[in-house]
């Protein structure tokens, strides 16, 4: 029996690639402005966050945005633009589908019910996995403590026997601010050398 109760994974560019760009280039196409001020409006604007926290429902998102940018498609051309941004991260989605008989496998993101409902759709093994924790359903982003405190009740698993796995440092800084174990992800390989050292083995 290995040390750890659980394992957290985040979903974007962990699990799957995220690409902005390509949303950005369909946008600036659609709209006449720049690439430069697609980036910036979407980086700036408070609607993004709101969506991220639940506060905004996607067709009200839509109406919003749709309205500043000068975007004149429908609803179901926007949010095929807004969402088509993910590929899966193979390496990772074999090492999670490894784990699943061996430890319990959460979903831990920042995220919006308009990517959701497309990941789920286009890659529905990601719907396997044993819990979800997605900030639109809890009202909360990492690297908020109150976030991981419901990971971790969801998981039934003590802090300290848990590995969160996220890109971003900060996120990995919340995580073991509150007593998890994190690692910045960089690659699969990386992530089964922890897995090992922390007793899993062999994946």
Known sequence: MNGLQAIFFDLGNVLVRVDEARARVRFAARTGKTEEEIDRYFHTTPYATELALGKLAGPRFYRIVSKDLGFDGTYEEFTEIWSDVFEPIEPM?????ELATRLPRLILSNTNALHINYIFEH???LKKFDAHVFSHEVGLLKPDAAMYQLALE???????RTLFIDDLQANVDGARAIGMRAIQFESAEQVRLELTKLGVSPI
């Open 93 to 97: 989605l074999q090492l999670a589908g």
């Open 123 to 125: 890659y529905p093994v």
């Open 154 to 160: 969801k998981s039934d698993a003590e802090a300290g």
